[in-house]
Protein backbone atom coordinates (compact mmCIF):
# COMPACT_ATOMS: atom_id res chain seq x y z
CA UNK A 1 0.00 0.00 0.00
CA UNK A 2 1.04 3.52 -0.81
CA UNK A 3 0.08 7.19 1.02
CA UNK A 4 -2.15 8.08 -2.59
CA UNK A 5 -4.51 5.02 -1.13
CA UNK A 6 -4.96 6.23 2.49
CA UNK A 7 -7.51 9.30 1.73
CA UNK A 8 -5.28 11.96 2.88
CA UNK A 9 -5.51 15.80 1.22
CA UNK A 10 -3.30 16.68 -1.24
CA UNK A 11 -1.32 19.09 0.92
CA UNK A 12 -0.98 16.48 3.55
CA UNK A 13 0.46 13.97 0.71
CA UNK A 14 2.76 16.71 -0.52
CA UNK A 15 4.45 17.16 2.62
CA UNK A 16 4.72 13.31 3.07
CA UNK A 17 6.78 13.08 0.17
CA UNK A 18 8.77 16.33 0.51
CA UNK A 19 9.67 14.31 3.59
CA UNK A 20 11.39 11.18 2.33
CA UNK A 21 8.49 8.19 3.01
CA UNK A 22 7.31 6.53 0.36
CA UNK A 23 5.45 4.01 2.40
CA UNK A 24 3.09 4.17 5.01
CA UNK A 25 4.12 2.20 8.34
CA UNK A 26 1.57 -0.74 9.74
CA UNK A 27 0.16 1.43 11.96
CA UNK A 28 -0.10 4.40 9.58
CA UNK A 29 -1.76 1.83 7.07
CA UNK A 30 -4.67 0.74 9.64
CA UNK A 31 -4.85 3.95 11.60
CA UNK A 32 -5.32 6.52 9.12
CA UNK A 33 -8.31 5.21 6.99
CA UNK A 34 -10.51 4.82 10.41
CA UNK A 35 -9.67 7.92 11.43
CA UNK A 36 -10.27 9.92 8.47
CA UNK A 37 -13.56 8.82 8.60
CA UNK A 38 -13.88 10.40 12.55
CA UNK A 39 -13.60 6.74 14.38
CA UNK A 40 -12.09 6.73 17.44
CA UNK A 41 -8.69 5.17 17.66
CA UNK A 42 -7.33 2.51 20.05
CA UNK A 43 -3.70 2.29 18.82
CA UNK A 44 -1.29 0.06 20.74
CA UNK A 45 2.12 0.98 19.44
CA UNK A 46 5.45 2.72 21.08
CA UNK A 47 7.12 5.14 19.66
CA UNK A 48 9.24 3.89 16.71
CA UNK A 49 6.28 2.37 15.04
CA UNK A 50 5.56 5.92 13.30
CA UNK A 51 2.69 6.57 15.65
CA UNK A 52 2.88 10.49 15.43
CA UNK A 53 2.15 10.32 11.64
CA UNK A 54 -0.23 8.22 12.28
CA UNK A 55 -2.82 10.96 14.39
CA UNK A 56 -0.90 13.88 12.74
CA UNK A 57 -1.52 13.67 9.23
CA UNK A 58 -5.75 12.08 9.70
CA UNK A 59 -5.65 15.33 11.78
CA UNK A 60 -4.51 17.60 9.44
CA UNK A 61 -6.80 16.68 6.75
CA UNK A 62 -9.19 16.47 8.81
CA UNK A 63 -8.68 20.24 9.87
CA UNK A 64 -8.59 22.11 6.27
CA UNK A 65 -12.13 22.29 7.24
CA UNK A 66 -13.16 25.12 9.36
CA UNK A 67 -11.36 27.19 11.08
CA UNK A 68 -10.31 28.66 14.48
CA UNK A 69 -11.96 30.51 17.35
CA UNK A 70 -10.60 32.91 20.04
CA UNK A 71 -9.73 30.70 23.52
CA UNK A 72 -11.31 27.71 22.01
CA UNK A 73 -8.95 25.04 20.69
CA UNK A 74 -10.16 22.60 17.87
CA UNK A 75 -7.66 19.75 18.67
CA UNK A 76 -6.01 18.69 21.99
CA UNK A 77 -3.04 16.49 22.15
CA UNK A 78 -1.87 15.18 25.71
CA UNK A 79 1.72 14.27 25.96
CA UNK A 80 3.20 13.00 29.49
CA UNK A 81 6.49 15.15 29.00
CA UNK A 82 6.97 17.99 27.90
CA UNK A 83 10.07 16.43 25.39
CA UNK A 84 7.15 14.65 23.96
CA UNK A 85 5.16 17.40 23.50
CA UNK A 86 7.83 19.28 21.71
CA UNK A 87 8.48 16.50 19.29
CA UNK A 88 4.64 16.24 18.39
CA UNK A 89 5.28 19.87 17.66
CA UNK A 90 8.02 19.89 15.11
CA UNK A 91 5.81 16.91 13.20
CA UNK A 92 3.35 19.24 12.72
CA UNK A 93 5.76 22.02 11.80
CA UNK A 94 7.25 18.90 8.99
CA UNK A 95 3.87 17.87 8.00
CA UNK A 96 2.05 20.47 8.30
CA UNK A 97 3.92 22.67 5.82
CA UNK A 98 1.36 23.62 3.42
CA UNK A 99 -1.20 24.32 6.07
CA UNK A 100 -2.03 27.82 7.70
CA UNK A 101 -2.99 26.61 10.93
CA UNK A 102 -2.27 27.75 14.24
CA UNK A 103 -0.39 24.97 16.75
CA UNK A 104 0.50 25.98 20.18
CA UNK A 105 2.60 24.02 22.87
CA UNK A 106 1.37 24.37 26.07
CA UNK A 107 3.80 22.63 29.23
CA UNK A 108 5.33 23.88 31.61
CA UNK A 109 8.14 25.24 32.68
CA UNK A 110 7.43 28.01 29.43
CA UNK A 111 6.54 31.94 30.26
CA UNK A 112 2.53 31.69 30.79
CA UNK A 113 2.04 35.37 28.79
CA UNK A 114 3.48 33.97 25.23
CA UNK A 115 1.16 31.22 25.55
CA UNK A 116 -1.55 32.57 26.65
CA UNK A 117 -1.78 35.07 23.53
CA UNK A 118 -1.28 32.36 21.45
CA UNK A 119 -4.44 30.75 22.49
CA UNK A 120 -6.26 33.99 22.47
CA UNK A 121 -5.87 34.72 19.06
CA UNK A 122 -7.34 30.89 18.28
CA UNK A 123 -5.47 27.45 18.05
CA UNK A 124 -6.12 24.75 15.64
CA UNK A 125 -3.84 22.33 17.46
CA UNK A 126 -2.86 22.16 21.24
CA UNK A 127 -0.39 20.10 22.10
CA UNK A 128 0.08 20.58 26.00
CA UNK A 129 1.36 18.05 28.77
CA UNK A 130 -1.86 17.51 31.31
CA UNK A 131 -0.84 19.73 34.36
CA UNK A 132 -0.40 23.03 32.48
CA UNK A 133 -3.41 22.38 30.70
CA UNK A 134 -5.53 22.08 33.90
CA UNK A 135 -4.20 24.98 35.01
CA UNK A 136 -4.75 27.28 32.28
CA UNK A 137 -8.25 25.67 32.09
CA UNK A 138 -8.70 26.60 35.85
CA UNK A 139 -7.70 30.02 35.43
CA UNK A 140 -10.67 30.70 32.81
CA UNK A 141 -7.77 31.08 30.09
CA UNK A 142 -9.02 28.67 28.14
CA UNK A 143 -12.79 26.80 26.75
CA UNK A 144 -12.87 22.97 26.01
CA UNK A 145 -15.72 23.12 24.41
CA UNK A 146 -14.38 23.58 20.94
CA UNK A 147 -12.39 20.54 20.64
CA UNK A 148 -13.31 18.36 17.48
CA UNK A 149 -10.52 15.57 17.87
CA UNK A 150 -8.59 14.70 21.42
CA UNK A 151 -5.41 12.61 21.14
CA UNK A 152 -3.85 11.06 24.38
CA UNK A 153 -0.52 9.75 23.61
CA UNK A 154 1.57 7.67 25.43
CA UNK A 155 -1.04 6.26 27.90
CA UNK A 156 0.62 4.07 30.14
CA UNK A 157 3.38 6.51 30.89
CA UNK A 158 0.54 8.89 32.22
CA UNK A 159 0.35 6.25 34.66
CA UNK A 160 3.17 6.06 35.13
CA UNK A 161 3.50 9.14 36.29
CA UNK A 162 0.38 9.80 38.02
CA UNK A 163 -1.47 11.42 35.64
CA UNK A 164 -4.05 9.13 34.86
CA UNK A 165 -6.88 11.55 37.35
CA UNK A 166 -6.48 14.24 35.11
CA UNK A 167 -6.64 12.49 31.43
CA UNK A 168 -10.26 11.47 33.01
CA UNK A 169 -10.68 15.12 34.41
CA UNK A 170 -9.78 16.45 31.09
CA UNK A 171 -11.81 13.72 28.97
CA UNK A 172 -15.17 14.79 31.16
CA UNK A 173 -14.56 18.66 29.86
CA UNK A 174 -13.79 17.87 26.16
CA UNK A 175 -17.48 17.47 24.30
CA UNK A 176 -19.36 13.91 24.19
CA UNK A 177 -19.47 14.15 20.72
CA UNK A 178 -15.11 14.73 20.33
CA UNK A 179 -13.25 11.90 17.87
CA UNK A 180 -10.55 10.45 20.40
CA UNK A 181 -7.37 8.84 19.42
CA UNK A 182 -5.82 6.94 21.62
CA UNK A 183 -2.51 5.28 21.77
CA UNK A 184 -0.41 3.46 24.80
CA UNK A 185 2.42 0.76 23.83
CA UNK A 186 1.23 -1.66 26.45
CA UNK A 187 -3.00 -2.15 28.31
CA UNK A 188 -2.44 -2.22 31.76
CA UNK A 189 -6.15 -2.80 33.27
CA UNK A 190 -6.37 1.02 34.58
CA UNK A 191 -5.56 1.55 30.61
CA UNK A 192 -8.25 -0.75 29.57
CA UNK A 193 -10.41 0.62 32.40
CA UNK A 194 -10.19 4.08 30.87
CA UNK A 195 -10.98 3.04 27.23
CA UNK A 196 -13.70 2.15 27.98
CA UNK A 197 -14.73 4.86 29.95
CA UNK A 198 -13.87 7.14 26.86
CA UNK A 199 -13.62 5.23 23.49
CA UNK A 200 -16.81 5.04 21.13
CA UNK A 201 -16.76 1.80 19.48
CA UNK A 202 -13.04 2.28 18.82
CA UNK A 203 -11.20 0.41 15.98
CA UNK A 204 -8.28 -1.53 18.06
CA UNK A 205 -4.93 -1.18 15.73
CA UNK A 206 -1.87 -2.86 17.26
CA UNK A 207 1.60 -2.89 16.06
CA UNK A 208 4.45 -5.41 17.35
CA UNK A 209 7.04 -3.40 19.51
CA UNK A 210 9.53 -1.73 17.75
CA UNK A 211 12.62 -3.25 17.66
CA UNK A 212 12.37 -5.38 20.68
CA UNK A 213 15.39 -7.62 20.48
CA UNK A 214 16.26 -6.28 17.19
CA UNK A 215 19.44 -8.47 15.69
CA UNK A 216 20.87 -4.95 14.49
CA UNK A 217 21.49 -4.25 18.56
CA UNK A 218 25.03 -6.34 20.18
CA UNK A 219 23.52 -6.52 23.32
CA UNK A 220 25.98 -7.59 26.40
CA UNK A 221 26.55 -7.33 30.26
CA UNK A 222 29.75 -6.61 31.98
CA UNK A 223 30.07 -7.41 35.73
CA UNK A 224 30.79 -4.49 38.14
CA UNK A 225 31.11 -3.65 41.79
CA UNK A 226 29.21 -0.74 43.17
CA UNK A 227 28.79 2.88 41.86
CA UNK A 228 32.44 3.54 42.22
CA UNK A 229 33.67 0.82 40.23
CA UNK A 230 30.96 1.64 37.70
CA UNK A 231 32.11 4.70 37.20
CA UNK A 232 35.63 3.43 36.59
CA UNK A 233 34.08 0.53 34.21
CA UNK A 234 31.83 2.85 32.38
CA UNK A 235 34.32 5.44 31.50
CA UNK A 236 36.89 2.08 30.79
CA UNK A 237 34.81 1.25 28.04
CA UNK A 238 33.68 4.83 26.93
CA UNK A 239 37.39 5.01 25.69
CA UNK A 240 37.23 1.83 23.87
CA UNK A 241 34.23 0.36 22.11
CA UNK A 242 34.57 0.22 18.72
CA UNK A 243 32.67 2.38 16.07
CA UNK A 244 31.54 5.09 18.82
CA UNK A 245 29.52 7.89 18.08
CA UNK A 246 27.62 8.98 21.24
CA UNK A 247 25.78 7.55 24.12
CA UNK A 248 22.61 7.46 26.29
CA UNK A 249 23.18 6.62 29.58
CA UNK A 250 20.58 5.73 32.11
CA UNK A 251 20.77 5.55 35.57
CA UNK A 252 17.58 4.45 37.76
CA UNK A 253 17.49 7.18 39.77
CA UNK A 254 17.42 10.89 39.01
CA UNK A 255 19.89 11.63 42.09
CA UNK A 256 22.44 9.12 40.50
CA UNK A 257 22.03 11.05 36.42
CA UNK A 258 23.22 14.29 38.47
CA UNK A 259 26.48 12.58 40.07
CA UNK A 260 27.09 10.69 37.23
CA UNK A 261 27.07 13.48 34.77
CA UNK A 262 28.99 15.60 37.11
CA UNK A 263 31.70 12.24 37.01
CA UNK A 264 32.00 12.34 33.32
CA UNK A 265 32.37 15.67 33.05
CA UNK A 266 35.14 16.26 35.66
CA UNK A 267 36.74 12.80 33.54
CA UNK A 268 36.65 15.46 30.91
CA UNK A 269 33.77 13.36 28.14
CA UNK A 270 31.51 16.05 26.96
CA UNK A 271 28.33 15.13 28.48
CA UNK A 272 24.53 16.68 28.92
CA UNK A 273 22.08 15.15 31.42
CA UNK A 274 18.53 14.90 31.15
CA UNK A 275 16.25 14.51 34.77
CA UNK A 276 12.46 15.22 35.72
CA UNK A 277 14.04 17.77 38.51
CA UNK A 278 15.40 19.94 36.01
CA UNK A 279 14.19 22.66 34.31
CA UNK A 280 12.15 23.12 31.31
CA UNK A 281 15.32 25.04 29.51
CA UNK A 282 18.21 23.23 30.62
CA UNK A 283 16.64 20.06 29.67
CA UNK A 284 15.95 21.33 26.13
CA UNK A 285 19.78 22.72 25.73
CA UNK A 286 20.71 18.82 26.72
CA UNK A 287 18.77 17.33 24.32
CA UNK A 288 19.61 19.88 21.25
CA UNK A 289 22.99 19.71 22.80
CA UNK A 290 23.09 15.65 22.07
CA UNK A 291 21.03 15.94 19.22
CA UNK A 292 22.92 18.34 17.35
CA UNK A 293 26.25 16.16 18.47
CA UNK A 294 27.94 19.01 20.69
CA UNK A 295 28.08 16.53 23.33
CA UNK A 296 28.78 12.73 22.43
CA UNK A 297 27.04 11.68 25.64
CA UNK A 298 23.23 11.95 27.80
CA UNK A 299 22.72 10.95 31.03
CA UNK A 300 19.31 10.00 31.69
CA UNK A 301 16.54 9.18 33.69
CA UNK A 302 13.57 6.96 32.27
CA UNK A 303 11.05 9.24 32.64
CA UNK A 304 13.06 11.98 31.11
CA UNK A 305 14.39 9.62 28.24
CA UNK A 306 11.54 7.71 27.22
CA UNK A 307 9.35 7.80 23.55
CA UNK A 308 12.35 10.32 22.96
CA UNK A 309 13.39 10.04 19.09
CA UNK A 310 16.39 10.38 18.58
CA UNK A 311 18.05 8.81 15.34
CA UNK A 312 21.45 8.24 15.56
CA UNK A 313 22.72 6.88 18.53
CA UNK A 314 25.52 4.19 18.35
CA UNK A 315 25.57 2.73 22.29
CA UNK A 316 23.41 2.73 25.29
CA UNK A 317 24.54 2.18 28.62
CA UNK A 318 22.44 0.96 31.29
CA UNK A 319 24.50 2.28 34.03
CA UNK A 320 21.66 0.74 36.27
CA UNK A 321 19.96 -2.26 35.59
CA UNK A 322 16.53 -1.15 35.01
CA UNK A 323 14.34 -2.98 37.93
CA UNK A 324 11.30 -3.56 35.33
CA UNK A 325 12.12 -5.63 32.41
CA UNK A 326 10.04 -3.47 30.23
CA UNK A 327 12.21 -0.60 30.93
CA UNK A 328 15.15 -2.45 29.05
CA UNK A 329 13.39 -2.77 26.12
CA UNK A 330 13.06 0.95 25.99
CA UNK A 331 15.99 1.71 26.73
CA UNK A 332 17.79 -0.22 23.97
CA UNK A 333 15.43 0.60 21.56
CA UNK A 334 17.27 4.15 21.63
CA UNK A 335 19.94 2.59 19.65
CA UNK A 336 19.98 0.52 16.17
CA UNK A 337 16.78 2.60 14.96
CA UNK A 338 16.15 2.89 11.37
CA UNK A 339 17.98 -0.38 10.65
CA UNK A 340 21.15 1.22 11.86
CA UNK A 341 23.60 -1.34 14.29
CA UNK A 342 23.62 -0.01 18.02
CA UNK A 343 25.27 -1.16 21.21
CA UNK A 344 23.71 -2.01 24.06
CA UNK A 345 26.24 -2.29 26.92
CA UNK A 346 24.37 -3.33 30.81
CA UNK A 347 26.67 -3.03 34.08
CA UNK A 348 25.64 -5.11 36.71
CA UNK A 349 26.33 -5.63 40.16
CA UNK A 350 25.58 -8.96 42.08
CA UNK A 351 22.32 -7.74 43.09
CA UNK A 352 20.91 -6.86 39.73
CA UNK A 353 21.11 -10.41 39.19
CA UNK A 354 17.61 -11.37 39.61
CA UNK A 355 16.61 -8.40 37.45
CA UNK A 356 18.77 -9.74 34.23
CA UNK A 357 16.97 -13.36 35.04
CA UNK A 358 13.32 -11.06 34.32
CA UNK A 359 14.90 -9.09 31.09
CA UNK A 360 16.35 -12.36 29.30
CA UNK A 361 13.08 -14.12 30.33
CA UNK A 362 11.05 -11.08 28.73
CA UNK A 363 13.06 -10.81 25.58
CA UNK A 364 13.59 -14.95 25.46
CA UNK A 365 17.12 -14.67 25.02
CA UNK A 366 20.13 -14.93 26.86
CA UNK A 367 22.04 -11.64 26.77
CA UNK A 368 26.03 -12.62 26.74
CA UNK A 369 28.76 -11.56 29.36
CA UNK A 370 31.53 -9.63 28.19
CA UNK A 371 34.28 -10.70 30.61
CA UNK A 372 33.87 -12.47 33.97
CA UNK A 373 29.89 -13.01 35.51
CA UNK A 374 29.92 -10.92 39.02
CA UNK A 375 30.59 -14.40 40.94
CA UNK A 376 33.60 -14.74 38.94
CA UNK A 377 34.40 -11.07 39.64
CA UNK A 378 37.34 -10.41 42.12
CA UNK A 379 35.93 -8.63 45.22
CA UNK A 380 35.56 -4.89 45.00
CA UNK A 381 38.53 -2.73 45.47
CA UNK A 382 39.04 -1.82 49.25
CA UNK A 383 39.41 2.16 48.00
CA UNK A 384 35.99 1.71 46.45
CA UNK A 385 34.33 0.85 49.50
CA UNK A 386 32.02 3.19 51.79
CA UNK A 387 33.10 3.70 55.16
CA UNK A 388 30.16 2.00 57.37
CA UNK A 389 28.32 3.58 59.94
CA UNK A 390 30.42 4.13 62.73
CA UNK A 391 33.95 3.65 60.90
CA UNK A 392 36.10 6.55 61.08
CA UNK A 393 36.99 7.22 57.63
CA UNK A 394 41.39 7.47 57.07
CA UNK A 395 43.15 10.71 57.10
CA UNK A 396 44.46 10.37 53.56
CA UNK A 397 41.36 10.35 51.33
CA UNK A 398 42.07 7.61 48.45
CA UNK A 399 41.18 7.96 45.02
CA UNK A 400 38.11 6.98 44.34
CA UNK A 401 37.24 8.63 48.10
CA UNK A 402 38.23 11.96 46.67
CA UNK A 403 35.99 11.48 43.47
CA UNK A 404 33.02 10.73 45.99
CA UNK A 405 33.72 13.42 47.80
CA UNK A 406 34.03 16.00 44.75
CA UNK A 407 30.81 14.65 43.30
CA UNK A 408 29.20 15.59 46.61
CA UNK A 409 29.68 18.94 45.79
CA UNK A 410 26.69 21.21 44.89
CA UNK A 411 26.67 22.73 41.66
CA UNK A 412 26.78 26.18 41.31
CA UNK A 413 23.75 27.82 39.10
CA UNK A 414 25.23 30.52 37.48
CA UNK A 415 27.35 28.35 34.76
CA UNK A 416 26.39 28.16 31.11
CA UNK A 417 24.11 25.79 29.57
CA UNK A 418 25.54 22.00 28.40
CA UNK A 419 24.57 23.20 24.90
CA UNK A 420 27.45 25.33 24.52
CA UNK A 421 30.24 22.43 25.39
CA UNK A 422 32.54 20.67 22.45
CA UNK A 423 32.49 17.23 21.51
CA UNK A 424 35.15 15.20 23.46
CA UNK A 425 34.79 11.56 23.96
CA UNK A 426 38.28 10.62 26.06
CA UNK A 427 39.82 12.39 28.74
CA UNK A 428 42.07 15.41 27.10
CA UNK A 429 44.94 16.12 29.37
CA UNK A 430 45.78 19.53 29.57
CA UNK A 431 42.51 20.28 27.98
CA UNK A 432 40.19 23.24 29.40
CA UNK A 433 37.77 21.29 31.46
CA UNK A 434 33.98 22.04 29.88
CA UNK A 435 32.02 24.18 31.74
CA UNK A 436 29.38 22.44 34.56
CA UNK A 437 26.21 21.44 33.94
CA UNK A 438 24.02 23.90 34.53
CA UNK A 439 20.21 22.63 36.13
CA UNK A 440 18.61 26.01 35.86
CA UNK A 441 18.83 29.65 35.65
CA UNK A 442 20.61 31.74 38.13
CA UNK A 443 17.94 34.82 38.86
CA UNK A 444 15.09 35.48 40.48
CA UNK A 445 12.67 34.16 37.51
CA UNK A 446 14.33 30.54 37.80
CA UNK A 447 13.30 30.08 41.35
CA UNK A 448 9.95 31.75 41.12
CA UNK A 449 9.16 28.91 37.76
CA UNK A 450 10.86 26.21 39.53
CA UNK A 451 8.00 26.99 42.42
CA UNK A 452 5.39 27.22 39.84
CA UNK A 453 6.17 24.15 37.90
CA UNK A 454 6.91 22.17 41.20
CA UNK A 455 3.39 23.46 42.37
CA UNK A 456 1.39 22.80 39.26
CA UNK A 457 3.78 20.36 36.69
CA UNK A 458 4.69 18.09 39.46
CA UNK A 459 1.28 18.15 41.30
CA UNK A 460 1.25 14.42 40.06
CA UNK A 461 3.92 12.43 41.51
CA UNK A 462 6.92 11.75 38.86
CA UNK A 463 8.04 8.57 39.28
CA UNK A 464 11.63 9.50 39.23
CA UNK A 465 13.27 7.40 42.64
CA UNK A 466 14.97 9.34 44.73
CA UNK A 467 16.44 6.46 46.81
CA UNK A 468 14.85 4.88 49.99
CA UNK A 469 13.30 7.68 52.23
CA UNK A 470 15.78 8.68 54.69
CA UNK A 471 14.40 7.75 58.25
CA UNK A 472 15.65 10.19 60.80
CA UNK A 473 18.73 11.53 60.59
CA UNK A 474 19.85 8.61 58.10
CA UNK A 475 23.61 7.73 58.36
CA UNK A 476 24.41 10.98 59.17
CA UNK A 477 24.71 11.98 63.08
CA UNK A 478 25.79 14.86 63.91
CA UNK A 479 29.08 14.73 66.01
CA UNK A 480 27.82 17.20 69.23
CA UNK A 481 24.77 14.50 69.55
CA UNK A 482 28.11 12.03 69.94
CA UNK A 483 29.80 14.21 71.98
CA UNK A 484 29.86 12.65 75.62
CA UNK A 485 27.78 14.37 78.39
CA UNK A 486 29.51 15.19 81.59
CA UNK A 487 26.66 15.06 84.03
CA UNK A 488 27.25 16.63 87.80
CA UNK A 489 26.35 15.85 90.95
CA UNK A 490 23.21 17.24 92.04
CA UNK A 491 23.94 19.45 95.16
CA UNK A 492 22.10 18.96 98.36
CA UNK A 493 18.66 21.41 97.86
CA UNK A 494 18.68 21.21 94.46
CA UNK A 495 16.65 18.70 92.98
P1 LIG B 1 7.35 7.82 15.90
O1 LIG B 1 7.01 6.39 16.16
O2 LIG B 1 6.18 8.64 15.58
O3 LIG B 1 8.21 8.39 17.01
O4 LIG B 1 8.27 7.85 14.58
C1 LIG B 1 9.54 7.32 14.52
C2 LIG B 1 10.33 7.80 13.33
O5 LIG B 1 9.84 7.24 12.13
C3 LIG B 1 10.32 9.31 13.15
O6 LIG B 1 11.66 9.75 13.02
C4 LIG B 1 9.57 9.54 11.85
O7 LIG B 1 10.11 10.64 11.14
C5 LIG B 1 9.78 8.23 11.10
N1 LIG B 1 8.65 7.87 10.21
C6 LIG B 1 7.33 8.01 10.46
N2 LIG B 1 6.61 7.53 9.44
C7 LIG B 1 7.45 7.05 8.52
C8 LIG B 1 7.31 6.41 7.24
N3 LIG B 1 6.11 6.17 6.71
N4 LIG B 1 8.43 6.06 6.58
C9 LIG B 1 9.64 6.29 7.10
N5 LIG B 1 9.86 6.88 8.31
C10 LIG B 1 8.78 7.26 9.01
Same mark, same amino acid.
Given at each position: ?56 L? @? ?7 R ?27 Y???? $? ?16 ? $?? @? ?20 K ?10 I ?21 V ?8 ? =? ?59 ? $? ?27 A ?6 ? @? ?22 ? %? ?18 H ?18 T ?15 I ?33 P =? ?16 ? %? ?5 S ?14 R ?44 ? =? ?7 ? $? ?7
Amino acid at each position: MNFNELGLSQKVLAAVEASGYTQPTPIQEQAIPPALQGRDILGIAQTGTGKTAAFTLP @MLTRLEQGRARARMPRTLILEPTRELAAQVEEAFARYGVNH $KLNVALLIGGVAFGDQEA $KI @MRGVDVLIVTPGRLLDFFDRGKLLLTGIEILVIDEADRMLDMGFIPDIERICKLVPFTRQTLFF =SATMPPEITRLTEAFLHNPVRVEVAPAATTASNIRQVLVASHGHAEKRETLRRRLRSEDNF $KNAIIFCNRKRDVAILHRSLEKHGFSAGALHGDMDQ @MARMASLDAFRNGDVALIVCSDVA %ARGLDIPDVSHVFNFDVPTHSEDYVHRIGRTGRAGRSGTAISLVTGEDRKYIAQIENLIGNKIDWDGPSPDELPPPLEASRHPRRGERP =SRGRRPADRERASDRQPV %ASDREPSGSRSVRRPSQPGAARPAPPTYGEPDAARSARRVYSERRERRPRLREDDGPPVVGLGDHVP =SFLLRPVVL $KPAKVGEE
